[in-house]
Structure formats: C-alpha cells, structure tokens
C-alpha cells in the first residue's frame, strides 16, 4: 500500500509555543486531509486540501497542500492544553485514503 | 441520537471464532469504511462501500468480509478471528462522492486470545 511518513513521531511543547508537523509521501494524492484523534475516540478531520499549492486555515490551525503533491504540512499556533492528542495527515487516492502514523503532541501548561 | 455508533465497544473472542463488528449511521451518507488502527501504521482501509449493495476492498482486506444490505448498516465480519486481528477498529461514513468529509465512530477495541 501507499505509505506516508509523518514526522515528528512526538512532540512536547510549553502552551503558547507554535507547532509545525509534516507529511511525505512516494505517490501523488489528489486530496490531503489532517485529523485529530483523542484518547478513546475517532478521528475528526481538521482541515482538508484539495488543489496543489493550496493554503488553508481552520482558527489556529493552517495546513498547506504541497506543490509537488506528495507532502504536507500542519501548523498549529499558540498551542492551548486542548491541542493535545494525536494528528495524522491522510491522503486520498481515488475512493482509497492513506494514513500517516500520527504525531502526538503534548501541550505543557 | 443521529450520528454514527459502533457496537460492541470492546470484544474478547479465541481464535478460530467469528465475530462481527457492528457500525450504523443515521445520516443516509452513501459511503462507508472500515479501517483497522495499529501502533505504527496508522489507520489502515479494510473494505469501503459506495452505496447498498456495492462494496469494495481496501488496503488490507484479508480475513475479513462485509456486506451492505441497507445504507445505515456496515457489518464487519471476521469469519474466523487470527490473533493479528488484535486491534481497534473505525467505522466512518460520508456523504460526498469520493468522502473526503469522513466522519468516525468511537472505535470497537477487538482481543483475539
């Protein structure tokens, strides 16, 4: 299957900090999309990118559609103690999405 | 309450025996996945289906069988669970054609002793 790597694995960060993760990919995708998952829970999709280049924003959170169609990023900005969970970036080929092993992010009050 | 539920929440079954993961929407959305989450490889498609009656497989689609008689339900079943089946299971559905608008339900935590 289509692999994506997202990095970082982890982070931990004091509130107030910004927060930038990526995802890389092999293959083209015709959609990025970023989620959210809390402990226990399902994931709820953050924002979604469909065109290349495309730069989106969701409140404190942007993400951008890269140019070459094989990577992405997540920016979150003055992180609050709500922003922890994991984050996984998704891609979409055709009806099939890909997903990325999920960055944990840890806010410290 | 509308949305999308999974039962049962928590499974322990042994090897050999079937078993079958609920999922119902209630928001007539015409796709819907099933996906299996593991430590290090993220979500991971099972089967999807496109509407009642039409389903298809996805990335890791061994083991396991679906069906698709009514919009509101996709059953998930493991005809004969293996202890790498271990693992937390999503149901999502989505209304637009292709989903990009997935929506989870709460996950069933599945154990094959």
């Known amino acids: 299957g289509q692999q994506l790597n997202q990095s970082p694995q982890s982070m931990f960060i004091q509130e107030g900090e910004d927060v930038s993760m990526n995802c890389t990919s092999s293959?083209?995708?015709?959609?990025w999309l970023w989620y959210k998952q809390d402990p226990g829970e399902g994931p709820v999709l953050l924002i979604a990118l469909y065109k290349a280049g495309e730069l989106t924003s969701n409140g404190r959170l942007t993400a951008q559609f890269g140019i070459t169609r094989k990577d992405s990023f997540l920016n979150i900005s003055a992180s609050i103690p709500s922003d922890v969970g994991i984050y996984f970036c998704?891609?979409?080929?055709?009806?099939?999405?890909?997903f990325g092993t999920g960055t944990s992010l840890t806010v410290i009050p | 309450d509308a949305g999308i539920t999974q039962s049962p929440r928590y499974k322990i079954t042994e090897t050999g025996r079937q078993v079958t993961l609920m999922c119902h929407q209630t928001?007539?959305?015409?796709?819907m996945f099933w996906y299996r989450q593991d430590l290090g490889h993220g979500l991971r498609l099972i089967y999807y289906?496109?509407?009642?009656?039409?389903?298809d497989k996805g990335e890791v689609p061994d083991g396991y069988v679906v069906s698709r008689s009514k919009t509101e339900n996709f059953p998930l079943t493991l005809e004969s669970a293996t202890r790498s089946q271990t693992s937390v299971y999503f149901c999502?559905?989505?209304?637009?054609?292709?989903?990009?608008?997935?929506?989870f339900g709460p996950g069933t935590r599945l154990t094959v002793l």
């Open positions: 928001w007539s959305h015409s796709y």
């Open positions: 998704a891609g979409r080929v055709g009806n099939q999405f890909y």
């Open positions: 289906s496109a509407a009642a009656d039409i389903t």
């Open positions: 999502a559905s989505s209304a637009l054609a292709g989903g990009n608008e997935q929506f």
């Open positions: 293959s083209i995708f015709n959609t």
